[in-house]
Nanobody
Framework: QVQLVESGGGLVQAGGSLRLSCAAS????????MAWFRQAPGKEREFVAA????????NYADSVKGRFTISRDNAKNTVYLQMNSLDPDTTAVYYC??????????????????WGQGSQDTVPS
């Protein structure tokens, strides 16, 4: 079992930055890949970024490339999402997810076995 707890969300003005954290507990953190997803009001949950178990591979949704950075610190059992140049379209609940069935399915919500509770990020228009 893996437990995930997100933190770092909040209200930020357009053009600002936020860093989300997701602390994991349970199984050895360095043995599984991690990802971030988001869900805006009235929309389906969508992939944002993923990182392999040792951090050597990262993948991003086209909409966040160049603005968001996913990273992990296996010594702290934590994955991060640095979000820069935020705009109202990035307003959503952000979820971290752990242990995809296969890293090749990193963008598929159905692939993940564990989810955090979500962190609300709001960028007013």
């Amino acid at each position: 079992q893996v437990q995930l707890v997100e933190s770092g969300g909040g209200l930020v003005q357009a053009g600002g930055s936020l860093r989300l954290s997701c602390a994991a507990s349970g199984r050895t953190f360095s043995t599984y890949s991690m990802a971030w997803f988001r869900q805006a009001p009235g929309k389906e949950r969508e992939f944002v970024a993923a990182i392999s178990w040792i951090g050597s591979t990262t993948n991003y949704a086209d909409s966040v490339k160049g603005r968001f950075t996913i990273s992990r610190d296996n010594a702290k059992n934590t994955v991060y999402l640095q979000m820069n140049s935020l705009d109202p379209d990035t307003t959503a609940v952000y979820y971290c997810a752990a242990e995809p069935d296969n890293y090749n399915t990193y963008a598929n919500t159905d692939s993940y076995n564990y989810w955090g509770q979500g962190s609300q990020d709001t960028v007013p228009s």
